[in-house]
């Protein structure tokens, strides 16, 4: 019995020990993908043309499932403020509270994890693709740097378009709120606004909301090409590596969401 | 230095995870010649072309390659040898959202600022070469597997390279299309002054254009040599892959446990 | 090159769209427009509470905003709060006698500076003090009073 005891504590230690070795054994290889990335960055500044198609891949075709959204998640918003507001007499201030919870939180976050479900996905399949048809190497044999020509352009690119996209979903989303608010349950539309511009402020809040979404979206585009670039060169390795791309993506999102949050808003 | 060889493999190792791909290979290549490594598939004919082009580590050993040690390169002089390699790659390896002509204009203008008209001489050039000048507006989808090869190999050595390195160019080709790689393999070479290396097991096609050759087993070299002197190898081995017997020293069986009823 | 000049006018797109959508989060939904820097002078007022009174809170005369809270600090002679208003140089001849309050925008707003006007001749200049305020109604205190006023009343 103690030796079945023994046996089992020395095994979950050692699961431990594994595990933690596998997690900064993961982490570190992580850093040194973006340790080669960072000095290839501002070369790809300087590439309008492979920016520009990137920024159309990344942020114009995620366009419309941000405008979808932000509409829903707005009327949403509009309609459960209303219910909640009205118990204590102020659904004047419906209007705050959508653009404050869409600035502050949903409209960054919401945008990330559509960005990285939309436009994440789409970066590991499609590296993980260019690396199992041997492009990636095809490259290297070029003298071309990957980093250069694959990874740099598509983190820039993100950086550019998730901020505007959330940006897009804020405004979207205020829009739903007023259409339910003021169009349907007849809220003033003067006090919608009023209290808005009152409560809102640019600096605190919209900035901040910016910051994030910059934040989430050098995340989002790092974890979905490194798991591109590392994936296995199979049909199953990619697609593996896309699943995980989003799953870590979107948690990613979400845990730092919160550091931010608590250092942002206090 | 005009005869002594392009590149050298002393010694070389090299390890995937705990399982041996090469154990003290040793192989000179000549200058100026089309030379063939051979072996059946999983002996690590691609492996070996990596580890010569420095895209993979060695375990232990050296290539070298005009005598410079590959491996011992920073990362600017190995870009700079590479402008001196063209590597045709089995898929063909063409950058999907490019068309032809900018496929293969891609090395040029990432390398060298050349006014436009000049860049696209050279690449019609190029194309002419391997007979698909009309094709250049194509998409790489829009090709089938031998024109996206024949564009691949024009990509190759469109930098006008010392070396060209062929990672099985005639995997999965229809026999004309074999018959055309083969003569422009040949006709290239004699034609630019070329080392070529081509990595294959499609035996009577690259021994027909080869003038030296070597047979790769288990990690290390069995047999090299002429085409005739390898046609007449003592080797049972050499002779089982080259007249392609289905049963000899590498068995037909895969290593199975006696069979035994009951 | 008509795949490329689809992505740039995609692109175009979509930056014309973000710069609506920051235009209309500028001037519709946050106080931006209000921060923009208008001529203005300071005033102070001393309060013994300042409640829940943020930097950028607007002052109103009225209802109409005459400014914004500069700066929250404590007096180092009286231990009481010291607001730093910046008000705009349109509004340059408040009364010497005007008192500052901190009132509440609505049951759950936030809270603002608010400015009676006085009668007197003089005017209070730049980087005057307003000598009359009265601090943030604190619900705590509020039924405090009530509970002393009421336990008083009954004793008479």
Redesign the interface.
Known sequence: MLAWILQTTTRLIAGLGSATLGALQGLGKRALFVWAVIPALPYSVWRI?LL??Q??FA???S?PIILTAGLFVGMVLGLQGHHILTT???E??VGTMT?LSL?RELGPVVAALLFAGRAGSALTAEVG??KS???L?????????PMK?VIAPRILASII?LP?LA??F???G?FGGYVVAVGWLGVDDGAF?A?????????D??INGLVKAVVFAILIAIIALYEGYESVPTSEGVSHATTRSVVHASLVVLGVDFILTSLMFT | MQNAPLIEIENLSFYRADRKIFDKLSLQIPRGQITAIMGPSGTGKTTLLKLIVGQLKPSSGRVLINGQDVNQLSRNALYELRQQMGMLFQTGALLTDLNVFDNIAFPLREHFKLPEPLIANLVRMKLEAVGLRGAYALMPAELSGGMARRVALARAFVLDPQMLFYDEPFVGQDPITMGVLVSLIQKLNASLNLTSIIVSHDVNEVLSIAEFACVLSEGRIVEQGTPQELQQSESDYVQQFLKGLPDGPVPLHYPVEPWSVG | MTRQIKAEIGVGLLVLITLVSMVFIALKVSNFSALQDRPSYQLEALFSNVGGLTVRAPVKVSGVTIGRVAKISIDPISYRAKVAMDIYNDYNDLPMDSSASILTSGLLGSQYVGVEIGGDEEVLADGARFNYTQSALVLESLIGRLMVSLTEGGDK
């Open positions: 043309r520009m198609k920024i159309y942020g114009v075709l366009l204590y007499n102020s004047e201030a653009a600035i693709l260019m048809t041997e492009q190497s095809a490259l290297e044999m070029m003298a071309v740097d020509f378009a505007m940006m897009i804020i405004a979207t205020i606004w209290q808005m511009s009152e409560q809102v402020d640019w600096y809040d919209v």
